[in-house]
């Protein structure tokens, strides 16, 4: 059974930082990707970020790059996504998901946890 759990989400101020965990387990062999996708209020899903263990490297989308770090402890099995100088309109709901590779569509999800940034 496929199961990836989220925490971490929270209310921050803008300028603040956050730290997401995706505890990951039952994915099927070939999945390698693990990323981080966004849900704003009345959007559609963003992709913030992704991890491929194929080759331990990482993508993100342009308006995170530089804020955003995207990490995975193979010991834990786990991934995370350090939110550094957040903005308002990084709130959303943060889904963590799985796929065969990065850039690929996600066959798995979490039910996600919830990122707030407000004064």
């Known amino acids: 059974q496929v199961q990836l759990v989220e925490s971490g989400g929270g209310l921050v101020q803008p300028g603040g930082s956050l730290r997401l965990s995706c505890a990951v387990s039952?994915?099927?062999?070939?999945?390698?990707?693990v990323g981080w996708v966004r849900q704003a209020p009345g959007k559609e899903r963003e992709r913030v970020s992704c991890?491929?263990?194929?080759?331990?490297?990482?993508s993100y989308a342009d308006s995170v790059k530089g804020r955003f770090t995207i990490s995975r402890d193979y010991a834990k099995n786990t991934v995370y996504l350090q939110m550094n100088r957040l903005k308002p309109e990084n709130t959303g709901v943060y889904y963590c998901?799985?796929?065969?590779?990065?850039?690929?569509?996600?066959?798995?999800w979490g039910q996600g946890t919830q990122v707030t940034v407000s004064s």
């Open positions: 998901a799985g796929a065969y590779y990065c850039g690929y569509e996600y066959d798995y």
């Open positions: 991890f491929s263990s194929r080759d331990d490297s990482t």
């Open positions: 039952g994915l099927p062999m070939g999945y390698y990707a």
